[in-house]
């Protein structure tokens, strides 16, 4: 079967060569956007509920795997997974605590990956150092929330924090043998399509080994939701993200894995569009839409020079 891009789901097959998945985990990070230390407002996106299963539970670590392997080994066969530190920034407390959090995959043999999602302005030698050491039995990721390269939309989504951040962030953790994802939104307010594949055009260039894509969504009881009621807001339709999709991929890598093309929301904090929900059928169109064009990932990548 012909392959459009290179899915994660391809990249685990062949690096492991049984059925990996991954685990999402709540380990009780908070965020400097959140906590007051840069704002206590957060992404105007963010809404913890929508990230893990566990984002609203108190168990502990050790449970919230566990009960997600039963789940996973009965459902999808799985054999192997991938602990994902998801919820808040993941990096965010000093490195004895994060080691401590860390280590409870040691307690499972059957995690084969550790794979944390941060910030790029809560990273640091020790941190990066801390980060490493795991990676001489796991495979290791950092995925750094970017989600667009300028600055002015980055200010807008209250990120509070530059792309030079980004670049120096991955810049230091490439020295390390970490993986590195990149966590990009389109549709973001303001952006043409040429701001968004200006991002793809620069994380190109990078040394980062996945990216993560999708549309800006409307969560409930977000800074987003206030300014989309307020009216004004342009929100992507299916078949604009699945164009876009399509020339930002042709512009990187083909070795670039593809860790995920969209995301789902819960019935009960998605506002709009709804269409995300309807995953299948986004991936399936994407790959005819790559059909009709005759390209595919990295057709028009020009190299890191
Ligand atoms: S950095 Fe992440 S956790 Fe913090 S407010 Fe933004 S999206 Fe939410």
Redesign the pocket.
């Known amino acids: 079967m012909q392959k459009y891009y290179y899915s994660f789901k391809d990249y685990l097959a062949q690096q492991f060569n049984t059925r990996v998945h991954r685990i999402s985990l709540n380990a009780g990070f908070s965020?400097p956007?959140?906590d007051g230390t840069l704002s206590s407002q957060?992404?105007v996106f963010?809404n913890e509920k929508g990230f893990s299963h566990f984002a609203e539970t108190n168990f502990a670590l050790e449970e919230q795997i566990g009960k997600s392997m039963d789940i996973f080994r009965y459902r999808f066969k799985a054999n192997k997974f991938i602990a994902y530190f998801q919820n808040?920034?993941n990096t965010y407390a000093d490195a004895k605590d994060l080691k401590k959090k860390y280590d409870v995959i040691k307690t499972f043999p059957d995690i084969v990956g550790l794979m944390i999602s941060t910030?790029p302005d809560c990273i640091d030698k020790e941190k990066l150092d801390l980060i490493q050491s795991y990676t001489d039995k796991y495979d290791v990721w950092i995925e750094y929330?970017i989600q667009s390269i300028h600055d002015r939309t980055l200010d807008f989504i209250n990120r509070k924090h530059s792309a030079q951040q980004f670049i120096e962030a991955v810049e230091q953790t490439a020295k390390r043998n970490i993986k590195i994802s990149a966590h990009v939104i389109l549709g973001l307010p303001g952006e043409s399509k040429s701001d968004m594949l200006k991002t793809a055009d620069v994380l190109a260039k990078l040394p980062i080994t996945g990216v993560k894509l999708h549309v800006m969504h409307i969560l409930r009881d977000t800074k987003l939701h206030v300014l989309y009621e307020q009216g004004g807001m342009k929100l992507l339709e299916s078949q604009e993200y699945i164009d876009i999709v399509c020339d930002w991929l042709e512009r990187i890598s083909s070795d670039c894995v593809i860790m995920r093309l969209g995301a789902i929301a819960g019935r009960d904090v998605l506002i709009a569009p709804k269409w995300i929900n309807l995953k299948q059928n986004m991936l399936q169109n994407i790959e005819l839409e790559f059909k009709r064009r005759g390209t595919m990932q990295g057709s028009k990548y020009k190299g890191k020079g």
């Open positions: 965020c956007n959140r957060g992404c963010c808040g920034s910030r929330g």
